[in-house]
T-cell receptor, first 112, second 117 residues
């Protein structure tokens, strides 16, 4: 039972343009949402998070938007850079933070 | 501190053999997590420890799997009588506590890739 879904396995954008990665979830009990970035042969690294009481969180070039009514979140990267090429996972946790539920990932390719 | 360390990086084993992986978390982190990632999927939760206490186990963790964190520092994950379906990347992560991990994310290791032949 996949509670967090990323329906786009891959995304290709031109350097300097906006990258938008999407994520849907089914469990309304989720309280926190995170995005991780993963390079080959490395573990995932934390990128940005958002609480369920907010609808937007921004950190430099990265902005996460949360639409609770639609159970949807998105990650915007502006401007995209070739170094952003990686697999991006969204993840969700309930209030106790005992574990995260991960999506299947979106592979982003930023072309120079 | 050099982050979360996992050993070995790669393990190839024959079906039916036992394997053990080790994870050394960031020293001041009280929480330690094990996740498993198969090809094309995101990490799936296996189990977590608060200090030396194992507080939750996923139903994915069959009776062939056992994890320990004997002194609240490093952890081991053992798989007995390995099967081909156990082939995956096994990821260890740590966080200061649950809330810190939830808000600021875990620190993951680079993983141990298990191949069962």
């Amino acid at each position: 039972d996949q509670q967090v879904k990323q329906n786009s396995p891959s995304l290709s954008v031109q350097e300097g343009r906006i990258s938008i990665l999407n994520c849907d979830y089914t469990n309304s009990m989720f309280d926190y949402f995170l995005w991780y970035k993963k390079y080959p042969a490395e573990g995932p690294t934390f990128l940005i998070s958002i609480s369920s009481i907010k609808d937007k969180n921004e950190d430099g070039r990265f902005t996460v938007f949360l639409n609770k009514s639609a159970k949807h979140l998105s990650l915007h990267i502006v401007p995209s850079q070739p170094g952003d090429s990686a697999v991006y996972f969204c993840a969700a946790a309930k209030y106790n933070f005992n574990k995260f539920y991960f999506g299947s990932g979106t592979k982003l390719n930023v072309k120079p | 501190d050099t982050g979360v360390s996992q050993n070995p990086r790669h393990k190839i084993t024959k079906r039916g053999q036992n394997v053990t992986f080790r994870c050394d978390p960031i020293s001041e982190h009280n929480r330690l997590y094990w996740y498993r990632q198969t090809l094309g999927q995101g990490p799936e939760f296996l189990t977590y420890f608060q200090n030396e206490a194992q507080l939750e186990k996923s139903r994915l963790l069959s009776d062939r799997f056992s994890a320990e964190r004997p002194k609240g520092s490093f952890s081991t994950l053992e798989i007995q009588r390995t099967e081909q379906g156990d082939s995956a990347m096994y990821l260890c992560a740590s966080s200061l506590d649950g809330r810190q991990g939830g808000i600021y994310g875990y620190t993951f290791g680079s993983g141990t890739r298990l191949t069962v032949v």
